[in-house]
């Protein structure tokens, strides 16, 4: 099946601990982001990668970090710097097919809780 | 802030009436998106709508572009129990791969 995985569905974290979510596609898309939504709110971008090893600060970049060593993989990391980090993480990918941006397929998400 | 903005924030309606969602966004475009997300889960992409087209359709759904007004619509026919789910736009700036999202509609239809 093709499609985006994040990994892992529910993740608890203790103030001041840093935490990695994953977030794995097997779509060949060259283009990934990372969004947080909090309760009853639209999607906020924190972070994006139209390439492999490169990615630009979206939104809300402060306090999370990203890399791009492989285009099937964009791994977000929560550190302690984030002040509010419970939230529910999206991440999503896209085609630039014949230069057109197309649209952004999404993971189930990953919620964070700290505790 | 640069998130674009939705309204009505949440719609209710009966089974069998229309739906109608409203989406405005700040900048010049590529395309604009609608997305559909069941509560706790991702989003699933539901219509794209190009700079350049004024209306779209796909089955039940009917989503149109006023770029002259940064707006677009999108409308829900004959609804569904099952259509009940936030709602989102979200607009490609030109020249970008940065996508801004609406605040989202949260519709709820009875049956």
């Known amino acids: 099946d093709g499609g985006i995985t994040q990994s892992p569905k529910y993740l608890f974290r203790k103030e001041g601990q840093n935490v990695t979510l994953s977030c794995e596609q097997n779509l060949n898309h060259d283009a990934m982001y990372w969004y947080r939504q909090d309760p009853g709110q639209g999607l906020r971008l924190i972070y994006y990668s139209q390439i492999v090893n490169d990615f630009q600060k979206g939104d809300i970049a402060e306090g999370y970090s990203v890399s791009r060593e492989k285009k099937e993989s964009f791994p977000l990391t929560v550190t302690s710097a984030q002040k509010n980090p419970t939230a529910f993480y999206l991440c999503?990918?896209?085609?630039?097919?014949?230069?057109?941006?197309?649209?952004?397929?999404f993971g189930p998400g990953t919620r964070l809780t700290v505790l | 802030s640069q998130q674009g903005e939705e309204d009505p924030q949440a719609l209710s309606i009966q089974e069998g009436e229309n739906a109608t969602m409203n989406c405005s966004y700040k900048?010049?475009?590529?395309?604009l998106q609608w997305y559909r997300q069941n509560s706790g889960r991702g989003l699933v992409h539901l219509i794209l709508i190009r700079s350049n087209e004024r209306e779209k359709h796909s089955g039940r759904l009917r989503v149109t572009l006023d770029t002259s007004k940064k707006s677009s619509s999108l409308l829900i026919t004959a609804s569904r129990a099952a259509d009940t789910a936030s709602y989102f736009c979200?607009?490609?700036?030109?020249?970008?791969?940065?996508?801004?999202f609406g605040t989202g509609t949260r519709l709820k239809v009875l049956a």
């Open positions: 979200a607009s490609l700036g030109s020249g970008t791969y940065k996508y801004i």
């Open positions: 999503a990918s896209s085609d630039r097919t014949s230069g057109t941006t197309n649209e952004q397929f």
């Open positions: 900048t010049s475009i590529n395309n």
